[in-house]
């Protein structure tokens, strides 16, 4: 595709249900992040992956978030046992190659939402 | 702990006008700042960035100042146009361990440009 796809654009779920939001990045993009905005907040890093492997996962919140990342392409960001403060807009971004000098290009974001 | 400051949660300019957006940043390790832009529904695009070599950088109608003494940078948009009229976020990298792809996010200035 021609730019970074995320879906689903919106979920909602209820309380301790589990979800799995997905990333596509642009093709021959070897580092992909995960941010979460949260309301009235910036972006918060999550997680970053070089290839399939992820350096840096000190983001993550808890270890109920959980990702990984398959043939160097998609990316699955899996919550357990959902919580009302995980509902957030959670963004992907990929980039050619590692770094902030390297502009790393968005998606449009999950928004989550935990009734 | 905000890393990241933009202090001005909305601006609003005439068009035609400088519109002057504003970031202070507490980590005296980050060496390399960016904005994005982001319009509702949509992931954050890349706008312009500076290194901290640099005092001033400049594309087209966007100029972004870094003061490192002050630890302040700012976006200048000039002339302003309705179109800039999005959410502008603050961000940089940088900093011990090689984390250089990771970005600090401000929390983002509502800019709206009147016709």
């Known amino acids: 595709g021609a730019g970074v796809s995320q879906s689903p654009s919106n979920k909602v779920t209820e309380k301790g249900k589990d979800v799995e939001l997905r990333c596509d990045p642009i093709s021959g993009h070897t580092a992909l992040y995960w941010y979460r905005q949260s309301l009235g907040q910036g972006l918060e890093f999550l997680i970053y992956f070089q290839g399939n492997s992820a350096p840096d996962k000190s983001g993550l919140p808890s270890d109920r978030f959980s990702a990984e990342r398959t043939g160097g392409s998609v990316s699955t960001l899996t919550i357990q046992r959902t919580q009302q403060e995980d509902s957030a807009v959670y963004l992907c971004?990929?980039?050619?190659?590692?770094?902030?000098?390297?502009?790393?290009?968005f998606g449009q974001g999950t928004r989550l939402t935990v009734v | 702990d905000q890393q990241v400051k933009q202090n001005s949660p909305s601006l609003s300019v005439q068009e035609g006008r400088i519109s002057i957006l504003n970031c202070d940043y507490t980590n005296s390790m980050f060496d390399y700042f960016l904005w994005y832009k982001k319009y509702p529904a949509e992931g954050p695009t890349f706008l312009i960035s500076i290194s901290s070599i640099k005092d001033k950088n400049e594309d087209g109608r966007f100029t972004v100042f870094l003061n490192k003494s002050a630890k302040h940078l700012s976006l200048h948009i000039v002339p302003s146009q309705p179109g800039d009229s999005a959410v502008y976020f603050c961000a940089a990298s940088g900093g011990s361990g090689g984390s250089n792809y990771k970005l600090t996010f401000g929390k983002g200035t509502l800019l709206t440009v009147n016709p």
């Open positions: 971004a990929s980039s050619l190659v590692p770094g902030a000098y390297t502009e790393a290009f």
